[in-house]
């Protein structure tokens, strides 16, 4: 089968490591790269580090407001699509890459296949909620995560054929965690010592882009106990820089550059408790078996927060402070993201494929 990726965005890199190199040993795959990240800090260093195979076309899509990102990476992928003939266009997760991908393809009678379909923060303001819904009910294959991301399908009546396969990411932090162990020298080099540090990230829309949320952010961040080390997304330090919070900020935390991903995930899986406003990484720290502190008030990943591993505080300060204290949950982690067979299943269930008349 030919098989038409589209990727555009540092957790896509992550997922599409997962997925790619064993898809290509059974079908023929390309890599569209729309430049929504283009960046080495957010693009390159994961198709070096996780082995994600080169992208064959380049479109330098990134930049403008959401709508015209999706427009313009849409207008693109009409032409590359026509180009490619594809028997499949395969799409990940929630971005506007995503959504133009699913659009594009549906629109020249290409099947899409959608990896991380389902996934629900009910929660529309939020770019990816819309992002995620339609790519949905535009896609022919839905390959999902969790059970409650079949459960959200069902429920919506969503057309495309479902199947739960488990979660890609959960794939590569299974494979490269000892890989990060083992190679990184991140805690050597920012002087952590394990356990004794907690590690942040942000840079959702509604968190950093109104200047009255970002001050809260950093307020939360003035609040917390010892060392946070926070890697800045550059949305982030765009919006602390134009409303001048960037000061107050780097004397709370220490402020690093995005880091690649062995880096991340040494310092992930070695830290106290991670904050962040992510949803893979709210996953990660699950699966490192840290616990997490979600800055937003919901979450796809509920399972994450039953098990008792992730408590969500939005920008409440002493709600965060709280759930730092809480105990860790005593027992085995329940085994919910698939066991690191979810890219196997991929490609068995598009392998296996047969498009509606
Ligand atoms: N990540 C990374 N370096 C960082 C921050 C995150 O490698 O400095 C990784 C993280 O391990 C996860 C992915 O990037 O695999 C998550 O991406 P992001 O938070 O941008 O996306 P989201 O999950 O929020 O869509």
């Known amino acids: 089968m030919k098989i038409l990726t589209v990727i555009g965005n540092r957790p896509q890199f992550v997922k599409a490591a997962a997925v790619s190199r064993l898809l290509r040993e059974e079908h023929e795959e390309r890599i569209v790269h729309t430049g929504q990240h283009y960046d080495d800090e957010l693009s390159r260093v994961f198709f070096d580090e996780l082995g994600v195979p080169a992208p064959d076309r380049e479109l330098n899509a990134g930049g403008g407001s959401n709508t015209e990102q999706t427009a313009r990476i849409l207008g693109l992928l009409e032409g590359v699509i026509e180009d490619a003939a594809p028997d499949l266009v395969l799409v990940y997760g929630d971005t506007n890459s995503t959504l133009a991908g699913a659009l594009a393809a549906a629109q020249a009678h290409v099947p899409v296949a959608h990896v991380e379909a389902g996934m629900r923060s009910f929660d529309r303001a939020m770019p990816e909620e819309l992002n995620r819904v339609l790519?949905?009910?535009?896609?022919?294959?839905?390959?999902?995560?969790?059970?409650?991301?079949?459960?959200?399908?069902?429920?919506?009546?969503?057309?495309?054929?479902?199947?739960?396969?488990?979660?890609?990411?959960?794939?590569?932090?299974?494979?490269?965690?000892?890989?990060?162990?083992?190679?990184?020298?991140a805690l050597a080099d920012h002087g952590l010592e394990p356990g004794e540090y907690l590690l942040a990230t942000a840079h959702r829309a509604g968190n950093v882009d109104d200047p009255e949320r970002l001050a809260k952010l950093v307020a939360l961040f003035e609040a917390l106990p010892g060392t946070t080390v926070l890697p800045l997304h550059p949305r982030t330090a765009a919006s602390l820089d134009s409303t001048g919070l960037r000061d107050r900020l780097d004397q709370a935390v220490t402020l690093l550059p995005p880091l690649g991903y062995l880096d991340f995930m040494k310092l992930a899986m070695h830290a106290r408790a991670v904050l962040t406003d992510s949803g893979g990484v709210q996953k990660e720290a699950y699966l490192v078996g840290v616990p997490c502190v979600t800055l937003r008030d919901t979450t796809e990943w509920v399972e994450t927060v039953e098990a008792g591993w992730n408590t969500l505080v939005d920008l409440d300060a002493d709600a965060a402070v709280s759930a730092l204290e809480r105990p860790m949950p005593a027992g085995e982690r329940p085994e919910l993201y698939g066991g690191g067979r979810a890219a196997e299943r991929v490609r068995d269930v598009i392998g296996a494929y047969t498009p509606r008349p």
């Open 135 to 185: 790519t949905d009910h535009a896609s022919d294959l839905l390959l999902c995560s969790t059970e409650t991301a079949m459960a959200n399908l069902e429920r919506e009546g969503a057309a495309g054929e479902a199947h739960l396969v488990g979660d890609v990411m959960a794939d590569v932090s299974l494979a490269f965690g000892p890989i990060a162990e083992e190679r990184s020298t």
